[in-house]
């Protein structure tokens, strides 16, 4: 018994320092947020009377609610279209990609994923702006007269969104799809189905659990996501992430942008209850 | 025929989406060896004027110091919090050991801006400044759990008996762990290291929300975007590429490859 004691201590030793830093930095500080978010900013001063004015205000305003909107129907959009072009991708790769150049096609496929993520966007901005590469190559073809203006757009956003989700779920359908038994395919052969037949009802059902732990990623990084839409969909049609930052940086009405974070994150939950049941990872 | 015409279609498939995925990076590396002023077509050059200027650029090069510092430093400490608290977990029986993994590993389910703006109000309420040390602790935040869940997805059974085995012959339990496991889990160890030195480096949010004077690089190229397209940003811009690029692939080819020879000997 007392050794057992001493052996749990012992293991609290190691697990304290990680448990009381995420306390002290993630905890204790999104417990303030939540305070602030009960406080009022009139003119340049934080008038502590809790209530829940700021919450209220959201749901009054229709910029606000415009915010949120506009995030739900890019992130939406973003996830369907990025795994609509992922799954494909990943499936050539694992399935028709000679097993030892594999490793090399999903390096090359996930490689601009190491660019600094400001960078991105910007050098999106430099193929989709009014004399950028996209444009210019499309007059010198004479497909089109005038240049299309993309740039500061929601296409825009979505395009700097889709091309890192891409990225990022061609590596988690690849890797969903190599670690099914061939044994199911051949199963499949034997009783009969054709290569479709057995894609449709067999390896697609499959990896649907895969491919929901990706939605569900790149839904969280997608409508968290500040700097997308601010360099490329530029000041029309704000998202919740840019009217948060707005908030902070040019009113330094912190209350308000407590709230809106706390309504984000009230967003991210619910899509988590509704992906519930099929974000089951294996190692929890 | 049906068949060659099927594999034609896939090779276009995979020649599309592949030219849609380095079209944004192959531009940003083209044109940041423009002769000209504008990183738009048509390309003159090539000249590397541009890699000058973002080199004697003073503010530029401190910030890309900066990250540097941050990141290095940061990512020591994430990766030994990870690392104590997976060797907790693995090897220890902990009453509350599920509460306390979710707590430990909740960052990783909230936006950075978030995390950033929640330790910028707090900051403010204790009357701490910003400076690159409250970046430091954001990013500790952020990797901390990042770190947690490699080392502790490598920490198996396996390892026990030789544990034991060093407990038996009189070492003790932090000897154990730091003279035992964890050159045994060195590789993921290294593995968990590197992945959050390459988040914290390219961190923006909270860089950008919790410094002040000095900053970060993103922190340094956001505000150089103001001046709208430059070639000094896409130099900049295939700098940053280039190191990511050499550290990941330094990876591939050290670890990742000794651990796949390992695991096909086994």
């Known amino acids: 018994m007392a050794a057992s004691v001493a052996l749990r201590c012992k293991g609290w030793a190691f697990v304290a320092p990680a448990l009381l830093w995420t306390l002290a930095f993630f905890v204790i500080p999104f417990l303030v947020m939540v305070m602030y978010s009960l406080w009022q900013r009139t003119g340049t001063t934080i008038v502590k009377t809790w209530n829940l004015d700021n919450y209220a205000s959201f749901f009054e305003k229709s910029h606000f609610l415009a915010g949120l909107s506009n995030s739900l129907e890019i992130t939406l959009l973003v996830t369907v279209i990025s795994i609509v072009l992922a799954y494909p991708l990943a499936w050539i790769i694992a399935e028709r990609v000679p097993h030892r150049w594999q490793r090399l096609a999903l390096l090359l496929a996930i490689l601009p994923f190491w660019t600094s993520y400001v960078v991105r966007s910007y050098a999106w901005l430099l193929v989709l702006s009014r004399n950028g590469y996209l444009n210019q190559s499309l007059l010198g073809l004479g497909i089109i007269d005038t240049p299309l203006e993309i740039a500061s757009t929601r296409i825009a956003t979505v395009t700097g969104f889709v091309h890192f989700f891409v990225m990022l779920l061609t590596l988690t359908i690849y890797a969903n799809l190599v670690q099914l038994s061939p044994n199911y395919r051949r199963a499949a052969a034997d009783l009969g189905a054709s290569g479709l037949q057995t894609f449709w009802h067999v390896i697609l059902p499959l990896t649907i659990p895969g491919v929901m732990v990706g939605a569900f990623l790149t839904f969280v990084l997608c409508i968290g996501d500040y700097i997308t839409p601010q360099i490329l969909g530029g000041n029309n049609e704000l998202v919740l992430p840019q009217i948060i930052m707005l908030q902070i940086t040019r009113r330094a009405d912190f209350p308000t942008a407590a709230a809106l974070s706390i309504i984000l994150m009230a967003v991210i939950t619910i899509a988590y209850i509704l992906c519930a049941r099929w974000l089951k990872m294996e190692r929890t | ?266």
Not at chain 2, 143 to 170: K, V, W
């Open chain 2, 1 to 266: 025929m049906i068949l060659r015409l099927k594999s034609l279609g896939m090779a276009g498939y995979l020649l599309l989406l592949y030219g849609f995925i380095f079209l944004p990076v192959a531009t940003l590396v083209l044109f940041s060896f423009q002769e000209g002023r504008f990183p738009i077509p048509p390309f003159n050059g090539p000249s590397l004027k541009w890699y000058q200027a973002v080199f004697s650029d003073h503010k530029l090069t401190s910030a890309l110091t900066n990250s540097l510092l941050v990141a290095l430093i940061s990512s020591a400490f994430a990766c030994v919090l990870g690392f104590m608290a997976a060797y907790g977990f693995a090897r220890y029986r902990l009453p509350g050991a599920a509460a306390i993994k979710a707590t430990i590993s909740a960052p990783l389910t909230v936006s950075y801006l978030i995390i950033g703006f929640g330790l910028l109000v707090s900051f403010n309420l204790i009357g701490v400044s910003r400076s690159l040390f409250t970046v430091g602790i954001g990013h500790v935040v952020i990797n901390t759990p990042l770190c947690f869940a490699i080392i502790y997805a490598s920490m198996g059974d396996h390892q026990l008996n030789i544990e034991r085995a060093a407990r038996d012959l009189g070492a003790k339990d932090w000897q154990v762990m730091l003279r035992v496991t964890a050159p045994m889990l060195m590789p993921s160890i290294i593995a968990a290291y590197f992945l959050s030195v390459t988040f914290s480096w390219d961190e923006f949010i909270i860089a950008f929300l919790l410094s002040r004077f000095d900053v970060t690089l993103p922190v340094e190229i956001w505000s150089l975007l103001r001046s709208g397209l430059n070639p000094k940003t896409n130099a900049v811009g295939s700098v940053v590429f280039l190191i990511s690029v050499v550290i990941v692939l330094l990876l591939e080819f050290t670890i990742f490859r000794r651990g796949a020879l390992r695991d096909r000997q086994s």
